[in-house]
């Protein structure tokens, strides 16, 4: 849920509130909740929830206990409990959603990792804060540097101070156990400050990270997916979909998370479906299975040394040939059922105007050869041609010059008795209307 200065410019640019990670609406955030209780009030005499929900870097949430004197709202930077000093984060949640959110997440109330809030943060401890976290970036290159100086094998993927500067976290990843007491004790010397290091798996890094997938949208882990479930390449093999790593593999390394989203609808399709190791056994041959449609609800088998011709038949009719199978009973042949199936040729969109071609606005392009054809006839010079004319001239015999000039006073002939004749019509109707205005006038007189 972005705020209003999330929109576009004029120039098509993204305007941006300029907050730089301290978004008031936490609109703009990782793993952010709506609250739908804001508009809502209190029923009278109850008294608020006094737990509030707070986010540190990266999407790093944390339950607190806020005093009764500070009234506190969605993005206000506050000072909490941390050990040792004090930590700023930003509150993204009160109220009632609290009490949801850790019952969902089965957090106690009086439990120890429920700890207090101290105060609203001053301008002291944002400044301190700022500073901070402009350290981490060239912190995040130097350790990776004397991490493989040392022959490490890990990887430093992030940087997290402490509110009040007084202890880093360094955020890692390996395959395999660490010794980094040495990597510590450099730490400490070229940072001069507490170091804690903290292991996490390669979906917890990415999700810290965050990116765009494959699908061309924000990474699920680092926009609203909190826990983690294990995905295995079954999940793949029910949705016949293609054992390849590069596509089956997300950012971080293992598989997508997306392949369980609809694990179950394909589960509880392929019920009605037949085991694709099973073969039919008809008069013809054996037959064995080539390919399913779990939403069209066929398949297509093919006779054993007949592997190009495939048959389509339906899962119903294939179960029906199993149960005669069973009961050492064979079908006659395949095409008995496959000839049933009758395939829709009807299309969702017909061309009517003509509209659909993208070169309908285009000319027709001319051929190369009438271009050289013509160019070669214009490179010839004029005194050329005349002579080639005059060569090639045939002379006119005195006989066709005569018929050409008798043709020629023929056309005149009649092109002049035609001239006459409207002549004398257009006179003949003057005459008629001279005669009847003397008629008219007259019979007045």
């Known amino acids: 849920m972005g705020c209003n200065s999330c929109s576009s410019a004029k120039d098509g640019q993204p305007k941006g509130c ?96 429920v700890r207090k809030v101290y105060r609203k943060a001053s301008q002291k401890d944002i400044d301190i804060w700022q500073k901070a976290r402009d350290r981490e970036e060239s912190m995040k290159v130097r350790a990776r540097e004397i991490a493989i100086r040392l022959e490490l094998q890990m990887k430093i993927s992030d940087i997290e101070f402490q509110g009040d500067g007084s202890k880093a976290t360094f955020y890692y990843t390996a395959e395999e156990r660490v010794d980094f007491r040495q990597l510590i004790k450099e730490f400490a010397h070229e940072f001069s400050t507490r170091i804690e290091m903290r292991q996490v798996g390669f979906r917890q890094e990415a999700a810290r990270l965050g990116g765009i997938g494959s699908c061309g949208r924000e990474l699920c882990c680092s926009t609203w997916l909190t826990d983690f479930r294990s995905v295995n390449t079954s999940a793949a093999r029910y949705q016949q979909l293609s054992l390849n790593p590069q596509k089956l593999a997300g950012q971080c390394g293992k598989l997508k998370c997306c392949l369980n989203y609809e694990l179950d609808a394909y589960i509880d399709a392929l019920k009605s479906f037949p085991k694709t190791e099973t073969k ?123 018929t050409q000039k008798q043709k020629v006073a023929s056309n005149t002939s009649k092109e002049g008795a035609s001239d006459k004749k409207n002549t004398n019509k257009s006179n003949n109707q003057r005459n008629k209307k001279r005669r009847y205005r003397n008629k008219n006038n007259d019979k007045k007189s």
Not at 36 to 65: D, I, Q, T
Not at 88 to 100: D, F, Q, S
């Open 18 to 113: 300029k907050n730089n990670g301290t978004c008031g609406t936490d609109g703009c955030n990782k793993l952010t909740v709506f609250d739908w209780l804001s508009n809502m009030s209190l029923p009278s005499g109850s008294a608020p929830f006094p737990y509030v929900e707070v986010r540190f870097k990266n999407g790093r949430k944390h339950f607190y206990k806020s005093p009764e004197n500070i009234s506190l709202s969605i993005g206000d930077i506050i000072a909490t409990e941390s050990s040792p000093g004090h930590d700023v984060g930003i509150v993204t949640l009160t109220g009632e959603l609290v009490r949801i959110q850790m019952k969902r997440k089965k957090i106690e109330t009086n439990s120890d990792e």
């Open 280 to 402: 039919l056994r008809t008069e013809k041959g054996t037959a064995v299975c080539q390919k399913i449609d779990i939403f069209k609800g066929v398949l297509w088998y093919a006779y054993e040394g007949e592997w190009m011709n495939w048959h389509k038949i339906t899962a119903e009719d294939v179960n029906e040939i199993i149960a005669s199978n069973n009961n050492n009973e064979k079908i006659a042949s395949l095409e008995d059922f496959a000839s049933d199936l009758l395939e829709d040729t009807k299309t969702d969109f017909e061309n009517v105007v003509g509209q659909d071609s993208l070169t309908r606005f285009d000319q027709p392009k001319r051929s190369r050869r009438r271009r050289n054809r013509n160019k070669k006839r214009n490179a010839k010079p004029a005194s050329s041609e005349r002579q080639t004319t005059k060569k090639n001239k045939p002379q006119k015999s005195t006989a066709s010059k005569n």
